[in-house]
């Protein structure tokens, strides 16, 4: 839109195009302040995400903490001091509890490690969930505004044309 707002005036016989074009600033700020280039929706987006994100934060850091302290209290008791994910799941290798298919390796999962998780996994489906919604929230916006995108995208159209034709005229002295 700023780029025709520097050409209107100069091309009369363009200024009923440039009229026509209608930017729904609103519009425009909502998908700004809440999506960035690449379509990652942001913390932003919605005060209740902000905060989702800050709690998974606040309790992945608690957990790798939980984790660290854990493994130094136990360390006689563990054969490696390895941390694995285990179907989402963070799990010591060791030989206190569970065991693999190959014998090779157990799992153990303290308590406070399972509450902390699921609580992590309850604030992920949240997260999801609040996504999802600003998603449908901004598509029915589109959408309401889906008439009116499609004739500025068909204007836009007409103008790309009419001045590739005049660049290319100009570059090669062409006159009708």
């Known amino acids: 839109q700023l780029e025709?707002?520097?050409l209107e005036g100069s091309y009369p016989a363009l200024e009923d195009l440039f009229?026509?074009?209608?930017?729904n600033e609103a519009l425009i700020r909502?998908?700004?302040l809440g999506f960035s280039e690449q379509g990652k929706v942001l913390d932003r987006a919605s005060t209740?995400?902000?905060?989702?994100?800050?709690?998974i934060n606040s309790i992945e850091s608690g957990i790798d903490k939980q984790i660290q302290s854990f493994m130094n209290k136990n360390r006689a008791m563990l054969s490696e001091a390895v941390v694995s994910l285990q179907?989402?799941?963070k799990t010591f290798l060791g030989?206190?509890?569970?065991?693999s298919a190959s014998g090779q390796s157990v799992y153990f999962e303290p308590e406070f490690l399972t509450r902390m998780q699921n609580?992590?996994?309850?604030?992920?489906?949240?997260?999801?969930d609040e996504i999802e919604r600003i998603c449908r929230e901004t598509s029915q916006l589109i959408g309401s505004e889906s008439s009116q995108i499609r004739a500025d995208l068909d204007?836009?159209?007409?103008?790309?044309?009419?001045?590739?034709?005049?660049?290319?005229?100009a570059k090669n002295d062409g006159v009708v």
């Open 4 to 6: 025709f707002q520097k």
């Open 19 to 23: 009229e026509s074009l209608v930017v």
């Open 30 to 32: 909502h998908i700004d």
């Open 48 to 55: 209740h995400l902000a905060a989702l994100r800050q709690s």
């Open 87 to 89: 179907h989402g799941r």
């Open 95 to 99: 030989t206190i509890y569970g065991e």
């Open 119 to 128: 609580e992590l996994q309850g604030l992920k489906s949240q997260e999801a």
């Open 155 to 169: 204007t836009v159209a007409d103008l790309d044309a009419i001045f590739a034709r005049a660049t290319w005229g």
